[in-house]
């Protein structure tokens, strides 16, 4: 007897039902990457002096604002000019940037307790236009955390001149500290701006991580979809 062999073909339905439970799987691991974001603090409503200090939440972010140390914005019209100190190069965005203060160690973090990335943004020391001031900074120190570790840490020395972009690429950290100093005053005495803030969003405190056996899991019906495509169910005939 000879039985003569062929090969069908996996049922179109049974394709369907694993696509079908591959979507969510793809939806989950194709769109959890955020874009970054850039805080130019320029839609702040600034009071009649031109300054206002930084709004709770601004942002998504926590910007201290209670005593020393704070932050708060300042526009560009009633600082600029020669004689007056502060934002005399007017704000890369537009009209508004922030300064410390005069604080020396000044933190932020997200206001819903999550990570972020922080890129960079572009900084300058409090300056009428090329002259320096007693408590401008001349040095200002940015760290990044996660919790207590520190992740990484730039400086940048100022000169007067107007903003310059500072790098920083801290990934996954939980705040961010900004130091001012300079050789004349103390280190709370000092003040610089900041504009542009670049950042992108991570995980929040309230996120469940995806666990390593999801990935494992999501592969797995990749790889079994894969294969049974090329698989061909043979029968005697």
């Known amino acids: 007897l ?30 959890h990457h955020a874009q970054a974001a850039v805080i130019n603090f320029d839609d702040i409503p600034l009071n009649v002096s031109g300054v206002l200090n930084v709004p709770d939440n601004y942002g998504g972010f926590i910007w201290p604002k209670n005593g020393n140390p704070l932050f708060f914005a300042i526009g560009n019209g009633p600082y600029q000019g ?3 100190y502060g934002n005399s190069y007017g704000a890369p965005s537009g009209q508004i940037a922030v300064s410390n203060y005069g604080s020396p160690d000044v933190a932020v973090s997200r206001s819903n307790g999550g990570t972020f990335s922080f890129a960079g943004a572009y900084f300058s020391t409090w300056t009428s236009y090329d002259r320096l001031q007693s408590d401008s900074a001349t040095m200002l120190t940015i760290n990044g955390y996660n919790g207590s570790t520190l992740v990484g840490s730039t400086s940048i020395a100022f000169t007067a001149g107007g903003y310059q972009w500072v790098s920083a690429n801290f990934a996954n950290i939980t705040s961010l500290a900004f130091s001012g100093s300079n050789s004349i ?4 005495q000092t003040r610089w701006l900041m504009d542009d803030f670049t950042y992108e969003a991570g995980s929040t405190q309230n996120t469940v991580p995806l666990p390593a056996s999801s990935l494992l899991i999501g592969l797995g019906l990749a790889a079994m979809v894969a294969t049974r495509r090329k698989t061909r169910l043979q029968r005697p005939e």
Request: hydrophobic share 45%; aromatic share 10%.
């Open 2 to 31: 000879t039985a003569n062999w062929h090969t069908l073909d996996i049922v179109p339905q049974e394709e369907a039902k694993m696509k079908k439970y591959l979507l969510p799987i793809a939806i989950l691991f194709g769109t």
């Open 82 to 84: 020669v004689g007056n």
């Open 185 to 188: 005053v103390a280190p709370y």
